[in-house]
């Protein structure tokens, strides 16, 4: 274990979904305000950043919906950061079909998959895989102005202990969930 200081952004709820073995996918095209306007992994290990912005409840399927927290009306001065994630995979989604078949994997519904395939058509769809790692304690990381804004990535102006850090799924049961999703892509 040793120390990080990358942060990937990701709504508050798929969070809570990763750190709890529910999800081990992630799709990108990135934020507005990416690098050259394109999505990128920027590391291997990052620190799961959650962010309230955009997260809607008719966004994501049913039994998860009453899980999104509103975001409050006083910013945040800290964000608490549970648990941290290795990025084993990063393949470029090829057509919708592959995008529909990943529904059983995550908990977004078919309006948010939709939006996010057709949002900016000339970008092609990541689909990253983590295997998630939670934190011995939260961190408390200290809000900074340029936390802020429409990017996936964050570089931390401190860097992140992951030492105690338990993985969330063994390493054998990540590896089934991964198998699971690649031969949904096949089919």
């Not at 983590?130 to 996936?152: D, K, N, T």
Request: contains cysteine.
């Amino acid at each position: 274990m040793g120390e990080i200081s990358q942060a990937l952004k990701e709504w508050a709820v798929v969070v809570e979904a990763l750190l709890a073995g529910e999800q081990v996918l992630l799709l990108r095209k990135g934020g507005i305000r990416e690098e050259k306007g394109r999505f990128a992994v920027k590391a291997d290990q990052v620190l799961l950043f959650p962010t309230y912005e955009h997260q809607q409840p008719d966004l994501v399927k049913t039994p998860y919906q009453q899980r999104v927290q509103p975001l409050a009306s006083d910013p945040l001065s800290a964000v608490p950061l549970s648990g941290w994630a290795e990025i084993t995979h990063s393949l470029p989604l090829e057509h919708e079909g592959q995008v529909l078949a990943l529904d059983a994997f995550h908990i977004w519904n078919q309006r948010f998959v939709q939006e996010r395939w057709t949002w900016k058509p000339s970008s092609p769809l990541y689909l990253l895989l983590l295997r998630s790692h939670r934190l011995p304690e939260p961190y408390s990381l200290s809000q900074r102005p340029e936390y802020g804004g429409c990017r996936s990535w964050i570089s931390l102006a401190e860097t992140v202990s992951t030492a105690g850090s338990t993985p969330i799924l063994s390493e054998a049961a990540y590896q089934v969930k991964v198998e699971a999703i690649l031969k949904a892509l096949e089919a």
